[in-house]
């Protein structure tokens, strides 16, 4: 008997902290989320934002340092430009300017040529819906699935697996991660497959220093982390609703 009651006490136990750690739905999550952002009807009329600031390499060979720009326009329109002085290396300015106008990608580099943007990338971009990938992703044919909570640094965060729609050649599922105190968006984590680096690589990008700019929430220190790379950008300066000219998303 005592064995019995032990067992269903242990099931019950069970159930009980099942029910805490999942007491919130995906849904619930995600309005929480939006919510934090600045609400879902102020980011429904967010068209466009332009940020600048600093971006810090990290090198084998020391840091590098140079200046980074990037526009997001609706639904999914995005370019970032990174200047980086490469002079201590015996080299010369570096020029990495990614464009993409809703439909496809192209990249001016002046340290590996240019290119289109095939593959996982492009799917990625595809799915990168401005102002946020969570507003009406149900509509777009995304799914997002709850995970648990996990560990970002010391703090907890819920982990949301994001599909892209099944229509997408490549459906690469992006892992985000929602602080569960604060419902700001804390990580990232994507695989994607780059060409220039022999094939897929798994990256994990950081938001930080939150601020608000004009009602909304915006990271104002991102770093990203790869077996290629790791960066840290410190943006400056962001505007919201910025007139931006469809152009400079487009391939010269």
Do not use: W
């Not at 934090?36 to 009807?41: E, F, T």
């Not at 439909?103 to 946020?132: C, Y």
């Not at 004009?214 to 960066?231: E, L, N």
Request: charged share 25%.
């Amino acid at each position: 008997m005592k064995s019995h009651m032990t067992r269903l006490l242990g099931i019950l136990l069970c159930l009980v902290c099942g029910r805490v750690a999942s007491g919130q739905t995906v849904d619930e999550i995600v309005e929480k989320h939006l919510a934090a952002l600045g609400g879902r009807a102020a980011l429904a009329k967010l068209t466009s934002r332009q940020m600048t600031g600093l971006i810090v390499l990290s090198t084998p060979v020391g840091e590098l340092r140079g200046t980074v720009e990037t526009q997001a326009a609706r639904p999914n329109k995005s370019r970032s430009l990174i200047k980086v002085d490469l002079t201590s290396l015996g080299g010369g300015p570096m020029t990495v300017d990614q464009r993409f106008d809703g439909n496809t990608g192209f990249v001016i580099d002046t340290m590996q040529g240019n290119r289109d943007v095939t593959g996982s990338q492009l799917e990625l971009m595809k799915a990168n819906l401005f102002p946020s990938p969570l507003l009406n992703y149900k509509e777009a044919g995304v799914t997002v699935e709850l995970k648990g909570r996990e560990k970002v640094g010391d703090r907890d965060a819920y982990a949301l697996v994001v599909t892209p729609p099944a229509a997408a050649q490549a459906r690469t599922p992006v892992r985000f991660f929602i602080d569960a105190e604060t419902y700001l968006q804390s990580r990232i984590v994507v695989k994607v497959d780059i060409p220039q680096v022999g094939g897929e690589i798994e990256q994990t990008t950081d938001f930080s220093d939150y601020r608000d700019v004009d009602g909304f929430k915006v990271p104002f220190t991102i770093r990203a982390a790869s077996v290629v790379q790791t960066y840290t950008i410190t943006f400056t300066k962001v505007e919201n609703n910025p007139k931006i000219d469809d152009a400079v998303f487009a391939k010269p």
